[in-house]
């Protein structure tokens, strides 16, 4: 009978112990589970600095006619001006139409915030054809201006920005809605 006692009492034992141990694997599932939502948290939390970070720190590009010092536009002649809060890296300026020669020759690859580079087009090419100007920002995320040169009025229409490359990854989850915010603006 004390045998049979044992043999119980070892049951019951066992059987809380299995409880326990089921108990506790379930209690690390859950902290793995919290773990890996609070490092997600902290990814989309990085993410987001590094954007507001590059947002504040970007160029703010604007095109219009160069002037002599009298004030008079000078034709064939373009300035990119720098209305932002960080440089403009990396610059290309191209003609759109994809034909031979398609760069147009900027002195300077860098644009310092408030500052202007003077820029001599063909206005015909450039109101036929359209131009793309490409830039980086500090922390690397790559914009394309598209506009038209208007000859006449000396100015430029048809203004596109788009962001084509951003310099640091989007956390996965958060990747299709960032684009679709991108896309509105």
């Known amino acids: 009978m004390a045998q049979a ?4 009492a070892a049951v019951i034992i066992a059987v809380a112990l299995a409880w326990v141990a ?13 773990a890996k939502k609070q490092a997600t948290s902290a990814e989309a939390q990085i993410f987001t600095s590094l954007l507001i970070a590059d947002k504040q720190a970007s160029p703010n590009i604007s095109i219009s006619a160069a002037k002599d010092p009298g004030g008079i536009i000078i034709k064939e002649r373009i ?3 720098n209305n932002g809060a960080g440089a403009a890296r990396d610059l290309r300026l191209k003609y759109r139409d994809a034909n031979t020669n398609s760069d ?9 915030v408030r500052d202007s580079l003077p820029v001599s087009i063909d206005g015909g090419r450039a109101n036929t054809s359209g131009l793309t100007l490409t830039y980086s920002t500090i922390f690397g995320t790559q914009s394309a201006l598209d506009f038209n040169w208007d000859t006449v ?13 951003l310099g640091f990854d989007i956390p996965v989850e958060h990747e299709n809605d960032f684009w679709r915010r991108v896309a509105r603006v």
Do not use: F, P
């Open 5 to 8: 006692i044992g043999g119980i």
């Open 153 to 165: 009025a000396s100015q430029s229409i048809d203004e596109k920005l788009s962001i084509t490359h």
């Open 79 to 81: 300035a990119i001006l």
């Open 104 to 112: 147009v020759t900027i002195n300077n690859n860098t644009l310092v």
């Open 22 to 34: 089921s108990r506790q694997a379930h209690a690390a599932d859950e902290q793995a589970i919290a």
